[in-house]
């Protein structure tokens, strides 16, 4: 079956402006995380979405927000872009949300902002 | 809160050598563990996982990993590395139900791990 799709695999943007990641999940999987990959931070845990609710959010601004529709796809949206956002942004996708599930990440998304 | 601890941030073993990659968590709980593999450019890929039962997990790729609570680890170990095994290795501790940790993984530094031919 197909994997997590994440549009578009490569972005460039321009500091101020705004920016929309989208994550379609594995068929039947309801839980969708995204994570923020730098060289510096490392892997950050940004929020995970269940049944169209944010169910757990980290440690970001809230230029950082999301959001999910009915049919399990996800949105990031990032607001007044930064330098320091740029990253690889990572979706993964769980059966059900909590620690004992498996997650399956999708290629992501290279933001770079410019 | 939880945390991980990946000692080594780089390990360049020969083709066919045996190899372990460290990975000390910090949970206050029965830790469900995870490693995966990343190649540049890529997603994270799952190797396996650890919640609950045998401490010897076998995952894919021919990769095993051993839970130890006594010490707090999950290394990931391969007795025979092939050239195709370059690549950046994480490993991660999911938080189940309740507290501000619920439905995130942890990530460790990651390894990277050079095969030389």
């Known amino acids: 079956k197909a994997g997590v799709t994440q549009t578009p695999r490569y972005l460039i943007k321009t500091r101020g402006q705004q920016v929309t990641l989208s994550c379609s999940p594995i068929?039947?999987?309801?839980?969708v995380s995204w994570y923020q990959q730098t060289p510096g931070q490392g892997l950050q845990f940004l929020f995970e979405?269940?049944?169209?609710?944010?169910?757990n959010k980290g440690n970001f601004p809230g230029r950082f927000s999301g959001r999910q529709f009915s049919n399990s796809r996800s949105e990031m949206n990032v607001s007044t872009l930064e330098l320091g956002d740029s990253a690889l942004y990572l979706c993964?996708?769980?059966?059900?949300?909590?620690?004992?599930?498996?997650?399956?990440f999708g290629q992501g998304t290279r933001l770079t902002v410019v | 809160a939880q945390s991980v601890t990946q000692p080594d941030i780089h390990i360049t073993v020969s083709e066919g050598a045996s190899l372990e990659l460290r990975c000390n968590y910090s949970?206050?709980?029965?830790?469900?563990l995870f490693w995966y593999v990343q190649s540049p450019g890529q997603g994270l890929q799952l190797l396996l996982k650890?919640?609950?039962?045998?401490?010897l997990v076998q995952g894919i790729k021919g990769f095993e990993a051993e839970f130890k609570r006594s010490q707090s680890s999950f290394n990931l170990r391969k007795p025979s590395v092939h050239w195709s095994d370059a690549a950046e290795y994480f490993c991660?501790?999911?938080?189940?139900?309740?507290?501000?940790?619920?439905?995130?993984?942890?990530f460790g530094q990651g390894t990277i791990l050079t095969v030389h031919p």
């Open positions: 993964a996708s769980s059966l059900k949300p909590g620690g004992n599930t498996e997650a399956f």
């Open positions: 068929s039947g999987h309801r839980s």
């Open positions: 979405y269940f049944s169209e609710t944010q169910r």
């Open positions: 949970y206050g709980a029965t830790p469900y």
């Open positions: 650890y919640f609950s039962g045998d401490t």
């Open positions: 991660a501790v999911g938080a189940d139900a309740g507290g501000t940790s619920y439905g995130k993984l942890t």
